[in-house]
């Protein structure tokens, strides 16, 4: 059962802590996308990668975010320092275009809740 | 950029009852639309999506949508709804380079005997 698995599935940190977020996509996908979710802004974009190369990351907060891709297994968000704001939930998905070039379904993680005290 | 309004934060329903989920979007230039669901404490699951031809669509769980391009809307339907349908449903848009998805903020669907 093919799924994107995403680590850890809580995390509760203080303020000013490096925090690591993890993610495998579905192996064969070639997209991959990180968001945030929280009650009042909802779910944000805040990069995605497609064969592992970053096509956008403005909804990323640069000066304390960063995504990468080190190969087609994992890609990570590192929030360096962590700040109250930053809690939410975040959800990697995966993805691949149909054979028409059309997009396919997102697959989404299970999330990762993170609180920053 | 593309953008999507759900019109309702929250809808109360009977089990049973017909349900409407409205979603209006905003572009320029063509778009694909989606419907996902979120159960609590899980991701998100497509539930359909329009891509072209039939304005009609029909997903998984007895879910369907129409595209209406001159009202801007895709509003997601379902004629007999149940109590596992409780969630959060979610509107998105792409544009047709097709790799980023801009999602509404949610519509919380609470179906009750």
């Known amino acids: 059962d093919a799924r994107v698995t995403q680590t850890p599935r809580d995390k509760v940190t203080e303020m000013g802590q490096e925090v690591t977020m993890r993610c495998q996509p579905i192996?064969?996908?070639?997209?991959v996308f990180w968001y945030r979710q929280t009650m009042m802004q909802g779910l944000e974009l805040l990069a995605y990668?497609?064969?592992?190369?970053?096509?956008?990351d403005s909804g990323m907060p640069k000066d304390r975010f960063s995504a990468e891709m080190p190969d087609a297994t994992l890609a990570t968000l590192k929030i360096q320092p962590s700040e109250p704001r930053d809690s939410a939930v975040y959800f990697c998905?995966?993805?691949?275009?149909?054979?028409?070039?059309?997009?396919?379904?997102?697959?989404f993680g299970e999330g990762s809740r993170l609180t920053v005290l | 950029a593309q953008s999507v309004t759900q019109l309702d934060s929250q809808v109360p329903v009977f089990e049973e009852a017909p349900v409407e989920l409205r979603c209006n979007y905003s572009?320029?230039?063509?778009?694909?639309l989606f419907w996902y669901v979120q159960y609590p404490n899980q991701g998100l699951q497509l539930l359909l999506k329009?891509?072209?031809?039939?304005?009609l669509v029909k997903g998984i769980n007895g879910f369907e949508a129409e595209f209406n391009k001159s009202q801007t809307s895709f509003h997601l339907r379902k004629p007999s709804v149940h109590i596992s349908d409780t969630a959060e449903y979610f509107c998105?848009?792409?544009?047709?380079?097709?790799?980023?998805?801009?999602f509404g903020k949610g519509t919380s669907l609470l179906v009750t005997p």
């Open positions: 998905a995966s993805g691949s275009g149909t054979s028409g070039g059309e997009p396919g379904e997102l697959f």
């Open positions: 192996l064969g996908h070639n997209t």
């Open positions: 990668f497609r064969n592992r190369a970053p096509l956008d």
């Open positions: 572009s320029s230039v063509s778009v694909y």
């Open positions: 329009y891509l072209s031809g039939s304005t």
């Open positions: 998105a848009v792409s544009d047709h380079s097709g790799y980023a998805l801009n």
